[in-house]
């Protein structure tokens, strides 16, 4: 599997989603292993699809068998009547492989492999796993698994599943897909979706994701009219090119795609390679990728569904604000709370509005959220003054009418209704969303009214939340060419900290005024060419992390300092590092007052080049505190990472101090993101720390650099 | 209202919660506005009562009408034929005072007051609401409301409530409690435990808790047979001592408190006093408050009604760890990560036992999460094998089997239902746990069988780590005495930073050695006694802030230094506090080396002096780390203050610092608590900025110190 290419099959293109039309959406099937037993896995398929009506045809291979299921079944995938669009591989280990080779040669394009035993087991599983793969790259066809569950599409009565969930019932129709890498997993947020009532209809589990990935499947229906809310499960991304291009194609047709992705870290060994990189992690630069594409990441299924349920309307405001109808006090302040924390603003109601409506309930609290009290419930026709002045006056996007039980009520609940409809009726732009205790039934009746029903309030003001989020990123300009990649020719070894800090300032990474100086004359004479106080560093293609060993010494005011200081460090370096190659001193320019940052880039092994920005000491050491972005980026984009740093106050006039020059390190964070792109794959990581930020104006400049060169590369 | 003391009426010891025992739990009820007509508010609980059995005496007064809704009715309270426990009032504002004066007279005990129109309304139902309560402190009556929608005890048919939930159902018999400042949202909660099936057989809702507290109602509770577990809903915790003596009992009786706390802040005025305060807000103060009581604050409805659901097993593990047996890899790593989270171990299962379950499915994945496969579900004897092993061999505290949809499977699950009895039976000391998706009867069925059953993984493992928390709360040691208070005499007014720093050495927080120095000579014998370099600052009782005047001057090397320093001091003072009266100078040796820490004390509103400390500089300026406690506490209790910063690692050697003397540290702050409570309710704040913290061993030294006197006291 390649590490950062995209899928095996070469014929296709990885943004060609349409391509996997033929599994999804076949206009014919073959079972291979078709078994007469509808209970068996290889006959579980074929019982679905006859229950459930498949459109196409349904072709079952058994040599022992002239009938399946009441199907006329074929000795071979030589003697089928037709080429099949798919194939539903259901043998064991070798059978498979010369299935899946008989199929491309009858010219079948695609294959859902149920078969297991090969790279989740061991080392000759894997070896398997390479020749089936193989077996589909020969015929340039696409392959879903190996060690699949299968996948749906209720659309059409596809079910290439041997899933048992359908024992409890089949999916209900809607406009929610399901991408997961489990098959357990997947299923089970189908089982808990049509608990809910959400009509899921597209289901694709990956499996081994020898080839089709769970990039691939998101593209899929991002592309797909049957799909218009992507589900996706993940336990680690393994392709990039084909996930980011599904993400993009997803933004570009508006369908928000909700993710959850578990497990510990894929950066594996390369994480402790660089000091970068030992901060990073790879489920911060997932959640990088995440953030880029504005794909909401949920905790646990049930925020999956609530977010999924409520973007199934399609409503999805650019400036998402919420107004709230309440019959409870103290549900209005829980509301206010939960809408602080999910970032929705609350906006105050007009204060004409509030006039009028504190002139129809003077006890009422008519700001927003607007409490109508019990007096509005017993009286009705205040129950629709309050709902349409919240609506109407208010304006706002998104408005949440919070009846609790009231909203199951027998004797009150009708009488309420029709108040609610015909305020619905008349902005059916909004999103609608009831907050109520009522029976299953009562719920489908609001839904119908325009509703969307959540028991919880703070369930209900999450979703509304994530509605908004989803706005602003579908209304959010896609991003502009992040400028010509530098020419970079990386040293053949990892560099001294001169060199890379000329390659970095080459590419648009100034650095601190500094010279390299062979003998100790030639530091006092940089020394005063440049200005006391000066900093000196041992210098050394061999001792990348100078500090460890004492290699920096900082305010050296005068040359008996620099001649002082150099001895010291010879010495040390003989003691520390006796076996590094002493090329002699840095002498810089000490600069002082500046705000300490540090960035760099590290290589993650799915992603590529990933850019790193934190404050320096504590904030990172301690807290933390960075943020990723996939390169290469724009200075607006390094600028939004350098805002979204907790300690980014420190940079914007904290503590008394003057704002510092953000903007320039932010060019420089966008030409490091360049740079790293235009390395290649032999760039490991680049450390700048720590990159000097002076007073606005006045420039950002690195004061150490380390580049780190792939070895074997 | 009494700031900070207990109910109003004298007559009760604040911790005699069982004075509520005629409120909440009476032989005889009257009713004054009884109606006839059961939709109305007079008349809901009367219909209430008659139909779910109250197992007292129903006593309607209606000085109108002979017969109530079919009983005998009385034409005034001085008619009723006996002395009634409790009392409902459902008549307007006068009628009401009138009324608790005619039952006070009759000897009665306690009052239900539905009356709205009081403090809730404006200054003149507050003047009105003070009437009321002094006809109820009159006659030593307690009193629920006014303003307040009732209470129910459904043990014994007991309905002083005019709630319309029960239209959708009686509650379920169980040992759940619920306490509410908001009626609304507290039978909400009732409602939604009741959709769940979770058993709340206790109601209490608070109204504008004139007389009985939301922390009387949680008391109240705490030593009542009836509830094993406490849901409170608060907005704002207006009296401290009957909440933490309830809190305290709840915690003796080993009754969990799960606590939903909403809204704005209730320091108000005070907020903004002192820069200690500042940094507050009564929220952080209020969780301090729960987090030493072990209260655990729920988010939502939901979160608080699952961590009452699977408390009300009242089985709470004092070490926790929880086993998970999974038929979804997907869901396993899943449950690891939500886990994780939530601060759960899940240790590795022996390695013997995984040895042996490798040799029943070879492809199984036996560490913990223990993945059993399908195949442990189509075999079903190895699922049994696979659930001995995880509950026997693993001996965790807890067990979560992980079955979704298959739980639920009408072929499957019956077959597996036996192998979980057993292993449930063999072990009833366990927290047995289920994730399954089902039917509300197959939910009931596991439910005898000795499971929790939550659809929602996640939210399972956050229940659980929830019974962990309450069994390692539980199972602590009640802290000991936290030593004798000091004598502390406060000065009339705000007194200097000298003055200031003698009162809280006096008191066990040692300052940095320093003099204050009337005159420039005097300053410099100071500096030459105490050695150079030394810190001088202006000394003025006006100058609360000297570092915003310039009036602190560092590294002051040699006497000349001092003299200038002496002259600068004095000319900033002239110029930007003219006004303020100069004392002199302070002469402090100059400490370098230490970690800089702040800590000090606020007056919270209802809860006291709080304590506060946390990392000097960005910590607390940008980051708001810190952790309050209120006073006063013992150094084991300090320490584990400044523990949970999130900066901690700053005092503990982290980025190659020596370990900070954090025992000092935590004496002093320790000390500072019982001086703020000994110096009494004229202490308005005690600012301790920097609080200088020097390597283990060789102490911490308050810098500077900032007391604040109230005015007026």
Known sequence: ???????????????????????????????????????????????????????????????????????????????????????????????????????????????????????????????????????????????????????????????????????????????????????????????????????????????????????????????????????????????????????????????????MKVGASALGGAAAKSHTASIAGDDAVTQAVLDEFGVLRARTTEEMLDIAYAASRRIYPVRNALGVLTVSGGAGVLISDASEAAGLPMPEMPQASQDKLRGLISFCAPRNPVDCTAQAVNQTALFGDFLEATAGDGGYPSVLVFLTQTGGSTSLAPKLRPFMRDAIAKRRDRLWVLSAICSREKVREYEEDGFLVFEDPTRAVNAIAAMGRFGAYFARQVAGAVGALPSVVLPAQTPTEAEAKRLLAEAGVPAVPERACASVDEAVRAAEAMGYPVVAKILSPDILHKSEIGGVILNIADAAAVREAHATLLARA???????????????????????????????????????????????????????????????????????????????????????????????????SRFAVAAGPRLASVDVNPMLVLPAGQGAFAADAVIEIEEGH
């Open 1 to 259: 599997m390649p590490a950062e290419g995209g899928p095996l099959s070469a014929g296709n293109s990885i943004v060609d989603f349409a391509a996997l039309d033929a599994m999804v959406r076949p206009r014919s099937v073959a079972v291979i292993g078709a078994s007469d037993d509808g209970t068996r896995i290889g006959g579980r398929p074929i019982a679905y699809m006859q229950s459930q009506g498949f459109q196409g045809r349904l072709l079952p291979v058994n040599p022992n068998r002239p009938t399946v299921q009441g199907l006329p079944a074929f000795a071979s995938v030589a003697a089928l009547p037709e080429v099949p669009d798919a194939a539903i591989i259901a043998v064991p280990g070798e059978a498979a492989i010369q299935a899946m080779d008989d199929l491309g040669a009858r010219g079948c394009k695609s294959a859902i492999v149920f078969t297991a035993g090969f790279a989740e087991v061991d080392e000759a599983g894997a070896a398997m796993q390479e020749r089936l793969v193989a077996a589909a790259r020969r015929h340039g066809m696409r392959m879903l698994g190996p060690n699949c569950l299968g996948l749906f599409n209720a659309a059409i009565g596809f079910y290439p599943i041997f899933s048992l969930s359908f024992e409890q019932g089949w999916p209900i129709r809607g406009n929610i897909g399901i991408a997961s890498q489990s098959g357990a997993y997947g299923t089970h947020v189908f089982a808990v979706a049509r608990q809910r009532g959400l009509g899921t209809t597209v289901c694709i589990t990956t499996g081994n994701e020898a080839d089709v990935s769970l990039g691939e499947a998101i593209g899929w229906m991002a592309q797909a009219p049957e799909v218009e809310v992507i589900c996706a499960y993940a336990e680690g991304i393994r392709e990039s090119a084909g996930f980011v291009a599904a993400l993009d194609l997803a933004r570009r047709n508006r369908k928000p795609v909700i993710m």
């Open 574 to 672: 003989a003691q520390h590092a006796p076996q590094a190659r002493i090329e002699g001193v840095l002498i810089a320019k000490q600069i002082n007052g500046g705000v300490e940052m540090a960035f760099g880039v590290l290589r993650d092994p799915v992603f590529g080049p990933v850019a790193m920005v934190g404050l320096g000491g504590v904030f990172i050491e301690i807290l933390k505190d960075v943020a990723f972005r996939r390169c290469p980026f724009d200075p607006a984009q390094a600028e939004a990472m350098i805002r979204s740093l907790k300690g980014f106050p420190l940079l914007d006039g904290a503590r008394g101090k003057p704002k510092a020059d953000v903007k320039a390190l932010a060019e420089s964070l966008a030409a490091l």
